[in-house]
Each structure stands twice: as structure tokens, then as C-alpha cells.
């Protein structure tokens, strides 16, 4: 288990990522990041290597999950406040969107290159890959699911601007289902509500 502590929040100029054995209910070792905030976090499993959001400079890390020893930073050419983000590792792509503006970006994994960048929903907080359609959901605080095809590792085209509701940043995506939840708040006379998003597979261009 991983759990970053300290940062901008803490009122520290760093932060802390605890590795916990989860069984074992202790802390194994802890990873020093030189950023007052550190977003999503993303793991290989046939590789060794972790990848995580750093948000107040506009990069990505990348770290050996071995001895958690920083191997790269991956500069985001045109945007900052990179908040969620999801890993297709069998074709090596790493998605990342940032909220300065709204952009959904692709990484190459193999290189560290950017090699897409499209606009995003707005205040975008969780995000999902769908391996069996080609899919990426992106669930956005400006109460908007976008949702992109991945054509091939390459090229990628923005389907959908699907309507959710006030503030709905807070998704989960479950393969085995194929359903996509978002979280929404409640607003005026407006509750709170759970979204339940059937995903259907339709063909791209």
C-alpha cells in the first residue's frame, strides 16, 4: 500500500510516499519526493517501474518500485496541475490529464516522449483505461465524463462529452461489469447521487 503524506498540505516543501506492508501492517520503506504535491500513482506489473503525478511541477516521475530510486522526470510541454492519471503497459502509454487548462495528454513510456495532447474536461480528478474497448474515461469537477478512443498506441480521438453533475471528479471504472461510477454533490435542491455509466463498445474512424 501506498500513501503520500506531507506536501503543500503539511505546510512542507516535500513529499512523502509510505510503502506499507499491508499484511504485515507496517511501514517498509518511504520514498522522498522533491514536490509539494504528488497526485495519482501508477504501477507495472510485468515491469519495475512506478510512475506518479507531480503536480506542483508540472512532471511526471518516474521511480524503481524495487528501491524506490527516481530513474526520470517527464516534463508536460503545454499544461500543468497534472492531477489523474491511468497506464495502458502493454502498449506503453501513460495518460495524464492536467487542469491548467484541461488537457489529456500521452506519454510513451518506452522514450519519456509526449506524443498527443487533446483538450479535457475541466477539474479532472479520477481517470480509467479501459483495456477491452480502447477506451479512457475521464471524470471532470466541471460535471463532465470525457470519454477517448484510442485508435492505436498513437493516435487517440475525444468521442464524447458525457453530462454527470455538480462537481463529479470522483469515479471508479469496473472492467468485470462494464460500468464507470462518478460520485456527484449535492447542489441547490439538488441530492447527491451515485452515476451508474453502462459502457458499450462502438466503432471509430
Aim: glycine share 8%; hydrophobic share 40%.
Amino acid at each position: 500500500m501506498y500513501v503520500d503524506t506531507g506536501g503543500q498540505e503539511a505546510k512542507l516543501p516535500d513529499t512523502t510516499i509510505a510503502v506499507i506492508d499491508a499484511i504485515g501492517l507496517k511501514k517498509v520503506n518511504e520514498v522522498k519526493v522533491a514536490s509539494g504535491r504528488v497526485e495519482a500513482i501508477q504501477f507495472e506489473h510485468q515491469g519495475s517501474r512506478m510512475f506518479a503525478n507531480l503536480r506542483s511541477k508540472g512532471q511526471v516521475g518516474v521511480y524503481d518500485k524495487r528501491d524506490y530510486k527516481m530513474l526520470a522526470t517527464w516534463d508536460i510541454s503545454d499544461a500543468k496541475d497534472n492531477v489523474p492519471m491511468a497506464l495502458d503497459e502493454a502498449d506503453h502509454r501513460l495518460f495524464v490529464v492536467c487542469r491548467q487548462p484541461g488537457k489529456f495528454i500521452v506519454f510513451d513510456t518506452e522514450s519519456g516522449k509526449q506524443i498527443a495532447s487533446l483538450p479535457s474536461v475541466g477539474r479532472a480528478d479520477d481517470m480509467a483505461y479501459d483495456s477491452a474497448n480502447k477506451r479512457i474515461y475521464v471524470a471532470g469537477g466541471d460535471g463532465f465524463v470525457g470519454v477517448y478512443a484510442q485508435r492505436d498506441p498513437d493516435h487517440y480521438v475525444a468521442l464524447a462529452k458525457v453530462p454527470s453533475g455538480p462537481v463529479g471528479k470522483t469515479a471508479v471504472f469496473v472492467p468485470e461489469l462494464k460500468r464507470l461510477y462518478v460520485a456527484t454533490v449535492a447542489h441547490g435542491n439538488t441530492p447527491a447521487k451515485l452515476l451508474i455509466f453502462d459502457i458499450k463498445q462502438t466503432d471509430v474512424k
